[in-house]
């Protein structure tokens, strides 16, 4: 499945308009499942913004976890949304590590 590059920015856009919302209603575990999440958008849409080639498995692998933290926010259990979200944060993190690591063509 090929994401379109103008999903990201408005995915981003109603996760801010979200956080905002959660942040002024919401408790410390709830606050830092946001940040987490929102982390994780970031870092995901760094690698897709680069345009170079990146192992497509590590890179769905990170955005099957961002989904993973978002539908347990939905689901009120945000350590487990915080923990996803950490992991597709750190799994985007790596890509872009690698990826600037790597020779240039």
Same mark, same amino acid.
């Given at each position: 499945?090929?994401?379109?590059p !103008?999903? !990201?920015? /408005?995915?981003?856009?109603?996760?801010l *308009?979200?956080a905002? *919302?959660m942040?002024?209603f919401?408790?410390?575990?709830e606050r830092?499942?946001?940040?987490?999440i929102?982390?994780? &958008?970031?870092? /995901? +849409?760094? *690698? &897709?913004?680069?345009?170079?080639? *990146? =192992?497509?498995?590590a890179?769905?692998?990170?955005?099957? =976890?961002?989904?993973?933290a978002?539908? +347990?926010?939905n689901?009120?259990?945000y350590?487990?949304a915080? =923990?996803?979200a950490?992991? +597709?944060?750190?799994?985007?993190?790596?890509?872009?590590?690698?990826r600037?690591s790597a020779?240039n063509?």
């Amino acid at each position: 499945m090929v994401t379109r590059p !103008w999903l !990201w920015p /408005i995915l981003a856009a109603v996760a801010l *308009v979200m956080a905002a *919302v959660m942040l002024i209603f919401s408790g410390d575990a709830e606050r830092q499942a946001v940040a987490a999440i929102l982390q994780a &958008q970031r870092d /995901i +849409a760094a *690698v &897709q913004e680069v345009h170079v080639e *990146v =192992d497509p498995a590590a890179l769905h692998a990170a955005e099957a =976890d961002l989904s993973a933290a978002h539908t +347990a926010f939905n689901e009120k259990r945000y350590e487990a949304a915080r =923990d996803a979200a950490l992991k +597709a944060s750190q799994a985007a993190q790596k890509l872009l590590a690698n990826r600037s690591s790597a020779p240039n063509r």
